[in-house]
């Protein structure tokens, strides 16, 4: 059963740079291209919505709400775009094994503003 996981796990991988690769394509729509930037941004990011030091609801996002987020994403997509996508990813991924530094201080720079604004609108609230 370990081994099934792990190999779910590996595929994940690739399904998410597709999933990138789908966003940035012109044929599929808009509210696709906002779930799946959520989706992408998620699995990438090196913040969880729950920390994983918390026991047993720390790794929920991980083996949960990612592989759903994920699974809802690809059905949103056209078969013809996902079909090039996936294809165009194992093509990259197979080129290149390193991790982007610059997009990783990306996403965490990203997830920084997000808590900026709600602490921003939060106090704004509770001055009013």
């Known amino acids: 059963m370990l081994e099934r996981w792990r190999q779910r796990a590996k595929k994940l991988k690739p ?4 999933l990138y690769l789908a ?10 291209k906002v779930f799946l930037a959520v989706v992408v941004g998620y699995a ?4 969880d919505l729950i920390p994983d030091f918390i026991p047993v609801l720390g ?3 991980d083996l949960v709400l990612v592989p759903v987020g ?11 775009v996902l079909d090039e996508c996936r294809h165009e990813a ?11 530094r610059l997009a990783a201080g990306a996403i965490v720079v990203i997830w920084i503003l997000c808590i900026a604004l709600v602490v921003v609108a939060l106090g704004r609230m509770v001055k009013e």
């Open 44 to 47: 990438l990011s090196p913040i």
């Open 90 to 100: 194992r093509e990259v991924m197979a080129e290149r094994k390193s991790v982007s």
């Open 70 to 80: 994920i699974t809802l994403a690809l059905k949103m997509v056209p078969q013809v």
């Open 59 to 61: 790794y929920l996002d």
């Open 23 to 32: 966003c940035r394509d012109p044929r599929v729509s808009w509210y696709a």
């Open 15 to 18: 399904e998410t740079y597709a």
